[in-house]
């Protein structure tokens, strides 16, 4: 990994690049709270319709509980469990959570058989979770709130049928707010960060203004946390940005 510090965006905010210092494959320790989380999503979710096993996992086992869409939650939720077993590599006196678990949500129509996700228009989500869950404790670093994190160096659409090559993690904002944080005991507290797929432009605009500002221009064209793969390219110049 490395961290340079005079490496900084517009922003003033630390741009870290991971072209090396991966760990090494390591065996991974059992999930210490894939009961707790379990009842965490069907509690404020809805009920678990499916968990997607690894078979062999790297350092972290991680595993992703879908929700199948519901009145209440009219999307399909995916969320890992497994991240939070370790603690992340977070700055001393940041005040960020050192426990993390991620998720994303998909539109109704998403195809989320096991036949389908042989198809990577379809299983890039699952994939992504995957990837982003293991990362920081492969990296020795960690993820947060408004982190962005390309599809790759150079970054690459996340499948044929769209443009969108990156992602920022956000608090989800389609779920209810009691489920984003569940606690485990007085010295363990989990959180659940949503990942939110970004084009170039956006990533490059929250580089240079912020994640604050980009999050003004979501609201502003109503960019929601759910999944869209066509959706309208908020930093493009046709909407007056730079």
Same mark, same amino acid.
């Given at each position: ?89 977070? %700055?001393?006196? +940041?005040?960020?959570?050192?426990? $993390?678990? /991620?998720? @994303?949500?998909?539109? *109704? ?61 956000? %608090?989800?904002? +389609?779920?209810?707010?009691?489920? $984003?944080? /569940?606690? @485990?005991?007085?010295? *363990? ?54």
């Amino acid at each position: 990994m490395s961290n340079d510090d005079n490496n900084v965006s517009k922003s003033g905010a630390k741009i870290f690049t991971y072209t090396d210092g991966e760990k090494e494959w390591e065996a991974a320790h059992g999930e210490e709270c894939i009961e707790e989380i379990s009842d965490h999503i069907e509690r404020h979710i809805g009920e678990i319709h499916l968990v997607y096993h690894e078979l062999v996992s790297d350092t972290v086992h991680i595993d992703v509980h879908h929700v199948a869409p519901t009145n209440e939650c009219p999307f399909h939720t995916l969320i890992t469990s497994g991240m939070s077993d370790l603690p992340m590599a977070v %700055p001393e006196d +940041s005040g960020m959570p050192k426990h $993390l678990e /991620l998720m @994303i949500l998909l539109p *109704k129509n998403w195809k989320i058989s096991q036949e389908d996700f042989q198809n990577e228009q379809w299983y890039w989500p699952v994939r992504t979770l995957k990837f982003l869950a293991r990362f920081p404790h492969k990296y020795d670093t960690w993820l947060g709130y408004g982190h962005t994190i390309p599809n790759g160096n150079p970054a690459e659409p996340y499948a044929e049928n769209t443009r969108l090559n990156g992602a920022i993690l956000l %608090p989800p904002v +389609s779920v209810p707010r009691e489920f $984003l944080t /569940l606690e @485990i005991d007085k010295d *363990k507290t989990i959180e659940f960060n949503c990942i939110v797929p970004l084009y170039e432009e956006e990533m490059n605009y929250k580089l240079d203004k912020g994640s604050d500002a980009l999050l003004d221009k979501f609201d502003k064209h109503g960019v929601s946390d759910v999944v869209d793969i066509k959706r309208k390219n908020i930093a493009k110049k046709r909407f007056g940005l730079f």
